[in-house]
């Protein structure tokens, strides 16, 4: 199995372009989330999905959207990209979501914007 | 405050004990986790722990959890240069009919020869 697969790797991008990173996984999961990465933050939450056609807002939203047309898919939108989005994303899925949350990560999309 | 908090750095010198600690906030965390994340890398699964535990061991990793004062930590017995990373813990912040994973900052661990 591939488990989670994340496109690009690497992106660069200018001020107000706007790009989609891509979320895959094989392994049927329901629950799926993107987090951003940031040097002395940690992972914080930006969207999360429970289910195909559920998604909700996590910590740091704005900027970003998603939508979850499969169970296999769960793609991040950039609108208007913006230098402070310059930032390592994962994407991460388990099984359910639910109190027992084991989530399995991705490779990481580093993002810059100029 | 933070959410979770961890410490940023911890040096050992290979085959000797390390130990990361992690405080949290929520009482109502059920789920404690620790991920382990290597140079350009995604985040692994160490183990978790479920709250009503107060230790889970796992061949090198002993997991002490202390529900009174919202203290983890993970041990990691006879550290080897393999182990060098950054570690995380998390905690499962549970609304509705999911849970989200709220992360500390991570620690770097340099495990030197």
């Known amino acids: 199995n591939a488990g989670v697969t994340q496109t690009p790797k690497f992106q660069v991008l200018k001020t107000g372009q706007s790009m989609t990173l891509q979320c895959a996984q094989d392994?049927?999961?329901?629950?799926m989330s993107w987090y951003r990465q940031d040097p002395g933050m940690g992972l914080r939450l930006i969207h999360y999905s429970v289910g195909a056609g559920i998604t909700d807002q996590g910590e740091v939203p704005n900027g970003y959207n998603v939508s979850r047309s499969t169970t296999e898919d769960f793609p991040l939108r950039l609108l208007s990209a913006a230098p402070s989005q310059t930032s390592v994303y994962f994407c991460a899925s388990s099984r359910e979501g639910g109190r027992a949350n084991v989530l399995t990560f991705g490779a990481g999309s580093r993002l810059t914007v100029l | 405050g933070e959410d979770v908090e961890q410490s940023l750095f911890l040096s050992v010198r290979e085959g000797d004990s390390s130990v990361i600690n992690c405080t949290y906030t929520?009482?109502?965390?059920?789920?404690l986790y620790w991920y382990k994340q290597e140079p350009g890398a995604g985040l692994q699964l160490l183990t978790y722990?479920?709250?009503?535990?107060d230790m889970k061991q796992d061949q090198r990793l002993t997991v002490l959890l202390n529900k009174k004062d919202k203290h983890l930590s993970l041990r990691i017995a006879d550290t080897q240069t393999g182990d060098s990373a950054i570690y995380f813990c998390a905690e499962t912040r549970y609304g509705g009919s999911q849970g989200n994973l709220i992360f500390g900052k991570g620690t770097k661990l340099s495990v030197k020869p």
């Open positions: 392994m049927n999961h329901e629950y």
């Open positions: 929520d009482s109502s965390s059920t789920y």
């Open positions: 722990i479920f709250s009503n535990m």
